[in-house]
T-cell receptor, first 116, second 112 residues
């Protein structure tokens, strides 16, 4: 199993550009999450999903959009990038009916995004 | 009280030392707790889950004190490779959204 994979690993955007951060998990997890982590700061939840077709806002959703058309994929879309979106973005997943562990989240390696 | 609070450290200890971190939480109804470790510029990785009074895994022991609303992480015989930031995590328990509340982490440096 690859676990949670994220692409790209690094990206530099100009102000006003858009991009999609990709996230895929192969653990058949129901729940998926997007976090951002600014230097020296804690994780902040952007969006999460409890299953295909269901998404909800976290603490800091402004400037982002998500979709969950399949169990495996949870892409994060940045529209009109701003310097405040410079951060490391982590995707995570949790919970399968097999494991029964609701809260144990597994993370991808992250995408380091710089907006200039 | 903050929802989850940790001493940021840094804790500097020599190899072989025993070190303990505490994490306080505000929601007295919380039933499960987690410790994650995060290496510099890497993703958080689950270290230990606590569903009852405590858990032990090799050199690592997590203990829960419900009366005082804190969980601790004890690391025995510290290794250089234990140097990392340790994150305390508690479920939000708000509806069924399965969200977690993340502490800001305690930084540990194990020195030779």
């Amino acid at each position: 199993n690859a676990g949670v994979t994220q692409t790209p690993k690094f990206r530099i955007l100009k102000i006003g550009q858009s991009m999609t951060l990709q996230c895929t998990q192969d653990m058949n997890h129901n729940y998926m999450y997007w976090y951002r982590q600014d230097p020296g700061m804690g994780l902040k939840l952007i969006y999460y999903s409890v299953g295909a077709g269901i998404t909800d806002k976290g603490e800091v959703p402004n400037g982002y959009n998500v979709s969950r058309s399949t169990t495996e994929d949870f892409p994060l879309r940045l529209e009109l990038a701003a310097p405040s979106q410079t951060s490391v973005y982590f995707c995570a997943s949790s919970y399968s009916k097999t494991s029964g562990r609701l809260y144990e989240q597994y993370f991808g390696p992250g995408t380091r995004l710089t907006v200039t | 009280r903050k929802e989850v609070e940790q001493d940021p450290g840094p804790f500097n200890v020599p190899e072989g030392a025993t070190v303990a971190f505490n994490c306080t939480y505000s929601n007295s109804a919380s039933q499960s707790f987690f410790w994650y470790r995060q290496d510099c510029r890497k993703e958080p990785k689950l270290l230990m889950s606590v569903y009852s009074s405590g858990n032990e895994d090799g050199r690592f022991t997590a203990q829960l004190n419900r009366a005082s609303q804190y969980i601790s992480l004890l690391i025995r015989d510290s290794k250089l490779s234990d140097s990392a930031t340790y994150l305390c995590v508690v479920p939000a328990n708000a509806g069924n959204n399965r969200k977690l509340i993340w502490g800001l982490g305690t930084s540990l440096a194990v020195n030779p």
